[in-house]
T-cell receptor, first 110, second 113 residues
Framework: GNSVTQMEGPVTLSEEAFLTINCTYT??????LFWYVQYPGEGLQLLLK?????DKGSNKGFEATYRKETTSFHLEKGSVQVSDSAVYFC?????????FGAGTRLTVKP | KAGVTQTPRYLIKTRGQQVTLSCSPI?????VSWYQQTPGQGLQFLFE???????NKGNFPGRFSGRQFSNSRSEMNVSTLELGDSALYLC????????????FGPGTRLTVT
């Protein structure tokens, strides 16, 4: 079945550092890929998405590229802020089947 | 457009009781999915309803059940509560049956004592 594997956290960075959170997937067919973010005490918010190979999703300075050859969808940001501290989830949407990674907690220190 | 709403936001129950959680999807969305989130198990899929019919079901015991009404609002019920049922229960809606991205509500924090 479909599955998502993302790097374990927690990840701690200083403000303005470069962020990469790795995500790889296993799926049949052509899934859509997502990154969701969860701030303390809240539900998940859609951060960005990509629906086909080589698509790049971007939002709020975050980017991720759908790489079919490496089955990856790594999340990157060039310069993180304290307000980016949250838990990030990589997710895959196959046909009628949504799968989430375990989540990666990011803490950004001033 | 209003987002997904869940009520109540917080709930404290004792073992053996039952609980009902409610979810109102984004207007026009017909699919509602439920997830359980715990520190140990992460996000786990409970079930999905589309047009009042359960379409998919995760690997949870029969104590967990749900339903969807004609206006797409959904309820989730847990009977004979156990301590391990303490979790954040998240509801997500999408505008088609599993084919589009999901939008999440803020969740209901259930504590079982």
């Amino acid at each position: 079945g479909n599955s998502v594997t993302q790097m374990e956290g927690p990840v701690t960075l200083s403000e303005e550092a470069f962020l990469t959170i790795n995500c790889t997937y296993t799926a049949t067919g052509y899934p859509s890929l997502f990154w969701y973010v969860q701030y303390p005490g809240e539900g998940l918010q859609l951060l960005l998405k990509a629906t086909k190979a080589d698509d790049k999703g971007s939002n709020k300075g975050f980017e991720a590229t759908y790489r079919k050859e490496t089955t990856s969808f790594h999340l990157e940001k060039g310069s993180v802020q304290v307000s980016d501290s949250a838990v990030y989830f990589c997710a895959l949407l196959g046909w009628n089947d949504m799968r989430f990674g375990a989540g990666t907690r990011l803490t950004v220190k001033p | 457009k209003a987002g997904v709403t869940q009520t109540p936001r917080y709930l404290i129950k004792t073992r053996g009781q039952q609980v009902t959680l409610s979810c109102s999807p984004i207007s026009g969305h017909r699919s509602v999915s439920w997830y359980q989130q715990t520190p140990g198990q992460g996000l786990q899929f409970l079930f999905e309803y589309f047009s009042e019919t359960q379409r998919n079901k995760g690997n949870f015991p029969g104590r967990f059940s749900g339903r969807q009404f004609s206006n797409s609002r959904s309820e989730m019920n847990v009977s004979t509560l156990e301590l391990g049922d303490s979790a954040l229960y998240l509801c997500a809606s999408s505008n088609s049956g599993g084919s589009y991205e999901q939008y999440f509500g803020p969740g209901t924090r259930l504590t079982v004592t």
